[in-house]
């Protein structure tokens, strides 16, 4: 009887020490090798994307021009926010208490190092040599790993299924682990989009779809 019971004992503290384990590691910052998830990198320019793809609704791939049509969605460069930013060099509140107080609105830090960038002063003069911006890149898969946006945006997939809500974020993170098993899952629904080839669905899952 007493061996019965050290035995249901001993389960029972085993059963909570894996529970515990479980629940250390998922409330923890612990990742499997490769799983960059929640990678929040500090970036040169405090950009929101919040503000311009939420707020302003600014259309993902004015900026990311370059993911319909290739590989990469690619960073844009400072004469595309130029396209704004001539124009706009303030916050709206900074713009109204400037009015409210008569006075020359002041230029925002951050539009700042935009113009700085580009070797502009602050009334868009040419000065300097050009730096460009050294954004910090967050998604990122293997070397072994083909990715191109295009047959992405082609067969319609949203932004978001892959980068998460970005219109949400005021500093941009990985969202999803983009783990093999994680594209798979995607790879094998029946996507309404790209069905127009027999056997597509069969293709996507093939090991040469992504790596070869």
Same mark, same amino acid.
């Given at each position: 009887?007493?061996?019965?019971?050290?035995?249901?004992?001993?389960?029972?503290?085993?059963?909570? @020490?894996?529970? &515990?384990?479980?629940?250390?590691?998922?409330?923890s910052s612990f990742h499997i090798p490769g799983n960059q998830e929640d990678y929040q990198p500090t970036q040169p320019i405090a950009f929101s994307h919040q503000l311009h793809a939420g707020e302003m609704e600014?259309?993902?791939?004015?900026?990311?021009?370059? &993911?319909?049509?290739?590989?990469? &969605?690619? @960073? +844009? +460069? &400072?004469?595309?926010?130029?396209?704004?930013?001539?124009?706009?060099?303030?916050?709206?509140?900074?713009?109204?208490?400037?009015?409210?107080?008569?006075?020359?609105?002041?230029?925002?830090?951050?539009?700042?190092?935009?113009?700085?960038?580009?070797?502009?002063?602050?009334?868009?003069?040419?000065?300097?040599?050009?730096? +460009?911006?050294?954004?910090?890149?967050?998604?990122?898969?293997?070397?072994?790993?083909?990715?191109?946006?295009? +047959?992405?945006?082609?067969?319609?997939?949203?932004?978001?299924?892959?980068?998460?809500?970005?219109?949400?974020m005021t500093q941009v993170k990985q969202v999803e682990d983009l783990s093999m098993g994680w594209c798979l899952d995607c790879h094998r629904q029946e996507h309404d989009s790209i069905q127009s080839a027999t056997?597509?669905?069969?293709?996507?899952?093939?090991?040469?779809?992504?790596?070869?």
């Amino acid at each position: 009887m007493d061996k019965l019971l050290n035995k249901q004992f001993s389960t029972i503290i085993g059963i909570m @020490i894996v529970v &515990a384990v479980i629940i250390s590691f998922k409330n923890s910052s612990f990742h499997i090798p490769g799983n960059q998830e929640d990678y929040q990198p500090t970036q040169p320019i405090a950009f929101s994307h919040q503000l311009h793809a939420g707020e302003m609704e600014i259309a993902c791939q004015y900026c990311h021009f370059g &993911a319909e049509d290739s590989k990469h &969605a690619g @960073i +844009p +460069p &400072a004469n595309v926010c130029m396209n704004c930013h001539k124009f706009v060099n303030n916050t709206f509140n900074e713009t109204r208490r400037a009015d409210l107080e008569n006075r020359k609105p002041v230029f925002s830090k951050e539009i700042k190092k935009i113009y700085a960038s580009l070797g502009l002063d602050l009334d868009g003069i040419k000065v300097n040599d050009e730096i +460009p911006t050294e954004w910090v890149k967050v998604h990122n898969v293997p070397d072994f790993v083909f990715f191109s946006h295009k +047959p992405h945006i082609t067969a319609g997939v949203d932004c978001a299924k892959c980068h998460g809500d970005v219109q949400t974020m005021t500093q941009v993170k990985q969202v999803e682990d983009l783990s093999m098993g994680w594209c798979l899952d995607c790879h094998r629904q029946e996507h309404d989009s790209i069905q127009s080839a027999t056997g597509r669905t069969a293709y996507l899952q093939d090991c040469a779809s992504c790596h070869y």
